[in-house]
T-cell receptor, first 112, second 118 residues
Framework: LAKTTQPISMDSYEGQEVNITCSHN???????ITWYQQFPSQGPRFIIQ???TKVTNEVASLFIPADRKSSTLSLPRVSLSDTAVYYC?????????????FGTGTLLAVQP | DTGVSQDPRHKITKRGQNVTFRCDPI?????LYWYRQTLGQGPEFLTY????????KSRLLSDRFSAERPKGSFSTLEIQRTEQGDSAMYLC????????????????FGEGSRLTVL
């Protein structure tokens, strides 16, 4: 399972774009980059996933360069409600369990 | 609400007592996971079921912990002789693995059961 590294915390203001970078130097060929969001006292929630290049949904964008050794989660125009912990994971869906291995995540604090 | 539900949401118990948590996954999901999370840490994997079969258990799951998923539907996680170190949020998640599609199997988490052992 690929190890991911991301900043422990980030600060931002409402209306700004936030980019959280994750490094995964030993990512395997079949791994997908997956991001989850967790609010206090709730379970994590899937945000976005991708394999390469760029993926965009109604919540975020995910940029993955050609070498796939890093990725960037982009949150456009954050609001106070985006304050949460964001987890970057490398997930292999072909395995027997596809269990998720979480790190400590990035605590994003959005201020007014 | 058709999401993953967990019960109870909060449990306070005295050291040495037994506690049981229940998880009802999303109905069509064939995979069920239990995680434990302590303050400031990411969730830690405990165990996994494919339908009714328990296929993997973490070394974190001591002999005092037992999980079941009879009939491949709801699951229970029991902790016997609780210790203060068992205080944590216990999270259940479910997923559906479609082997025909690459990159599928997103985990859907419940809101967790918070255990406090006094």
């Amino acid at each position: 399972l690929a190890k991911t590294t991301q900043p422990i915390s980030m600060d931002s203001y409402e209306g700004q774009e936030v980019n959280i970078t994750c490094s995964h130097n030993n990512i395997a060929t079949n791994d997908y980059i997956t991001w989850y969001q967790q609010f206090p006292s709730q379970g994590p929630r899937f945000i976005i996933q991708g394999y390469k290049t760029k993926v965009t949904n109604e919540v975020a964008s995910l940029f993955i360069p050609a070498d796939r050794k890093s990725s960037t989660l982009s949150l456009p125009r954050v609001s106070l409600s985006d304050t949460a912990v964001y987890y970057c994971l490398a997930v292999y869906y072909g395995g027997a369990t596809n269990k998720l291995i979480f790190g400590t995540g990035t605590l994003l604090a959005v201020q007014p | 609400d058709t999401g993953v539900s967990q019960d109870p949401r909060h449990k306070i118990t005295k050291r040495g007592q037994n506690v049981t948590f229940r998880c009802d996954p999303i109905s069509e999901h064939n995979r069920l996971y239990w995680y434990r999370q302590t303050l400031g840490q990411g969730p830690e994997f405990l165990t996994y079921f494919q339908n009714e079969a328990q296929l993997e258990k973490s070394r974190l799951l001591s002999d005092r912990f037992s999980a079941e998923r009879p009939k491949g539907s709801f699951s229970t996680l029991e902790i016997q002789r609780t210790e203060q170190g068992d205080s944590a949020m216990y999270l259940c998640a479910s997923s559906f693995r479609d082997y025909r599609l690459a990159g599928t199997g997103e985990l859907f988490f419940g809101e967790g059961s918070r255990l406090t052992v006094l």
